[in-house]
C-alpha cells in the first residue's frame, strides 16, 4: 500500500471536486434553464436559480395540441422511436449469424474486416447517391429510409460487438449438442444464443445510441413531421428563432434522458465493450 | 465434417448481412466515384463526362485549401485535448478517495449525451445576450462586456473546441483507466522500492500499459474529428465568415445547399481518401506501438 501524505490527499480531493464540477456545471445549467421562467433567463445579471421552478414547459412539448411545439417535438420522438427500434432490429438480425460465421470459421473473417473499415467512410461520401436512391423509391422523409439507411452505421458496428460475444463462448459446447444430434439451429437455439443473450443485448442498445444520435443523414433525408428525428427538431428549435431558450433546453432534456438512462443503466458493459474493441485492435 | 461445407455454411450465413452492405454502401460509394466525373446536378440532370475537372477545380480552390486547414486544426487540438485531460482523469480516477464510483459513473454522462444536444447546450451557454458564460464571466469582473463567443471568428473555432473536448474526453479517461487497472500492482510498488519517483514510475511503469488502448482512442478520435458535421453544424453552420467551415460542411454545401451533385462527390472522395491515409498510417503506428510495448 502506498502511503500518502495528507497534501496529496487534499490535493486528490480537489481535482476530484473541479472534474466533477466540469462534468455536472453544463448539464445542471441545461436542467435550470429547463426549469426557469423565461424572466429570469433573460435577466441580467443572469439569475443562476429559479425564484419558482417551472415544469410547464415540459407539458407543453409532451402535449399534443395541433400545430404546437408539442406536435412537432412529441413526432419527431415517435420517429425517432420507430426508426432507432427498426434499425437495431434488423441490425441484430444481420449480424447475429455473420458475427457467428465469422467467428467459427475465421477463413471468411476478411470480408468483415471490409465491412468495418466503411467505419472510415465520411457519410458524405455516400449521401449523395443514397440520396438519389431513396428519391427513385420513394423513400425520402420516410421512417423505412431512414432505417435503411442507418443500418450503414449499426450492421458494422454490432457484427463486430457479436463476433467478439461469440468468440468468448467456447465451441466445444457447440460441438457436443451437435454430437449428440442436434442441427445447427437446434444448437443455436439451446445453447449459443442463450449464451449469447447479454452480448446480443449490449449490440442491441449500443444500436440504439448510435441511431438515437445520428444527425447527418436524418437532416439530409427528412424534411417535415412524417420522418424528421428528434436531432434535426432540436437543431431546427436551436437554430430557429424561438425566443424561450428555456423550451430548446427542455427538448434537449427529454431527448438526452433515454441515452443517458441507458448509459447509467449499462455502465460495466459498455465499458467493457469499448475497451475491448482497444485492448484486442 | 468437411472444411468446404463449413466455409460455404458461413458465407451463406453472412450474405444477409454482405448484400444488405453492398446496396447501402458499396453501391453508393461505387455511384459517388462515378459521379466524381460527371458535371450532375442532384436533381434533373444525369451528367456529362468531365474527366478529372471536378477534381482540379475543387483542390486548386481557396476554399478547399482553407476548410482543409480549419479541419486539421479543429482535429489536432481538439482530440490533443482530450487525450491530455482524459489521461489525467484516468489517473485522478485510479487513486483511492471517496466518491469514485460515483465520479467514475458521472463520467458515461457527456459521452451517452446527444451530439446534437451537447451542441445546443453549448450554444446555450455562448449566446451573446443571454448566455451563461457571458453572465459567469462579467459576474468575476473577467470581461467587462458580453462577447459573441459564436460570432466571431476569433474565438468561434475555439469554442467549438471546448464543446467538443467536453463531450469526448470521459470516453478517453475511462478507455485509459480500464488499461491502468490493468497495471499489476506489485510492479508498481517494486518499482516504488526502487526509489523510482512519480515521473518515471508514470514513464516506465505505466504508459506501456496505457500505449497500446490510448492508439485505438486516439486513431478512433481522429478519424471522428476529421470527419466532424453535426456539433458544428449545429452550433455555427460553419460560420462566421466560413471560419469554422469543417470538410464535411463544404461537401454538404457543395453537393446540397449548390445542388452541384458531381464536384460534390469529387470532393467526398477527396476527403474520403485523406481519412484513409490518416488510418492507415496510425495502423501501421499502432502496431508499432503494440509490438514495442509487450
Not at chain 1, 421552478?53 to 422511436?81: H, K, M, P, V, W
Not at chain 2, 448481412?17 to 442532384?42: E, H, K, N, Y
Not at chain 2, 465568415?241 to 454538404?252: D, F, G, H, W
Request: with cysteine; aromatic share 10%.
Amino acid at each position: 500500500m502506498e502511503r500518502r501524505s495528507p497534501v496529496f490527499t487534499v490535493f486528490i480531493y480537489a481535482c476530484a471536486l473541479l472534474l466533477a464540477a466540469v462534468i455536472l456545471a453544463p448539464l445542471a445549467w441545461l436542467f435550470v434553464m429547463s426549469i426557469s421562467p423565461a424572466a429570469d433567463l433573460a435577466a441580467k445579471p443572469l439569475r443562476w436559480w429559479p425564484q419558482a421552478a417551472d415544469f410547464s414547459r415540459y407539458a407543453q412539448l409532451l402535449s399534443r395540441a395541433e400545430n404546437s411545439a408539442g406536435a412537432a417535438f412529441t413526432s419527431s420522438l415517435r420517429n425517432s422511436l420507430e426508426v432507432a427500434g427498426m434499425a437495431t432490429l434488423a441490425a441484430v438480425v444481420l449480424a447475429v449469424p455473420a458475427g457467428w460465421a465469422v467467428s467459427r470459421t475465421p477463413s471468411v473473417g476478411w470480408s468483415l474486416s471490409m465491412v468495418i473499415a466503411t467505419y472510415m467512410l465520411p457519410p458524405v461520401a455516400l449521401s449523395v447517391p443514397l440520396y438519389m436512391g431513396l428519391s427513385w423509391l420513394g423513400l425520402l422523409n420516410n421512417v423505412f429510409g431512414l432505417a435503411l439507411i442507418y443500418l450503414t452505421i449499426l450492421a458494422p458496428f454490432t457484427t463486430w460487438l457479436m463476433k467478439s460475444g461469440f468468440d468468448s463462448i467456447p465451441r466445444e459446447i457447440e460441438a457436443a449438442a451437435m454430437i449428440d444430434g442436434a442441427g445447427l439451429l437446434q444448437t443455436w437455439r439451446i445453447i449459443t444464443l442463450p449464451l449469447a443473450a447479454p452480448v446480443v443485448a449490449t449490440s442491441a442498445l449500443f444500436a440504439v445510441l448510435l441511431a438515437w444520435d445520428e444527425f447527418f443523414y436524418a437532416l439530409l433525408f427528412t424534411s417535415d413531421q412524417r420522418a424528421k428525428t428528434l436531432t434535426v427538431a432540436i437543431a431546427d428549435l436551436a437554430g430557429g428563432r424561438v425566443s424561450d431558450y428555456g423550451l430548446i433546453a427542455t427538448a434537449g432534456v427529454l431527448a438526452a434522458l433515454p441515452p443517458v438512462l441507458i448509459g447509467l443503466v449499462m455502465q460495466r458493459a459498455l465499458i467493457s465493450g469499448l475497451t475491448s474493441g482497444g485492448v484486442k485492435g | 465434417m468437411s472444411g468446404t461445407w463449413m466455409t460455404t455454411r458461413a458465407w451463406l450465413l453472412m450474405l444477409p448481412l454482405l448484400v444488405v452492405m453492398v446496396a447501402v454502401i458499396g453501391w453508393p460509394l461505387a455511384d459517388t466515384v462515378r459521379l466524381s466525373f460527371t458535371d450532375a446536378q442532384l436533381v434533373g440532370t444525369a451528367g456529362n463526362y468531365v474527366g478529372f475537372d471536378n477534381y482540379t477545380k475543387m483542390l486548386t480552390s481557396s476554399n478547399f485549401t482553407r476548410t482543409l486547414v480549419t479541419t486539421t486544426w479543429f482535429a489536432v487540438i481538439s482530440v490533443a485535448a482530450e487525450m491530455v485531460i482524459g489521461v489525467l482523469a484516468a489517473l485522478l480516477l485510479n487513486q483511492e478517495f471517496r466518491g469514485r464510483a460515483v465520479l467514475r459513473g458521472l463520467m458515461i454522462l457527456p459521452w451517452a449525451l446527444p451530439t446534437v444536444v451537447n451542441a445546443t447546450l453549448w450554444r446555450l451557454i455562448y449566446n451573446p445576450e443571454y448566455g451563461a458564460l457571458n453572465a459567469a464571466l462579467t459576474q468575476l469582473h473577467l470581461i467587462d462586456d458580453y462577447r459573441s463567443w459564436l460570432g466571431e471568428p476569433g474565438t468561434a473555432l475555439a469554442a467549438l473546441i471546448v464543446a467538443d473536448c467536453w463531450k469526448n474526453f470521459p470516453l478517453v479517461a475511462l478507455i485509459a483507466l480500464a488499461a491502468l487497472q490493468a497495471v499489476p500492482r506489485d510492479i508498481t510498488a517494486a518499482a516504488l522500492v526502487d526509489g523510482a519517483g512519480p515521473f518515471n514510475r508514470f514513464r516506465f511503469v505505466i504508459l506501456p500499459y496505457l500505449a497500446g488502448p490510448l492508439m485505438v482512442a486516439l486513431v478512433l478520435r481522429t478519424i471522428e474529428a476529421f470527419k466532424v458535421f453535426d456539433i458544428i453544424w449545429v452550433m455555427t453552420r460553419g460560420g462566421p465568415a466560413n471560419s469554422t467551415r469543417s470538410l464535411s460542411i463544404l461537401v454538404y454545401q457543395e453537393a446540397f445547399s449548390f445542388q452541384r451533385a458531381g464536384s460534390g462527390a469529387s470532393l467526398a472522395l477527396i476527403v474520403t481518401l485523406l481519412v484513409t491515409v490518416l488510418a492507415v498510417a496510425y495502423a501501421a503506428l499502432v502496431r508499432k506501438t503494440a509490438g514495442s510495448a509487450t
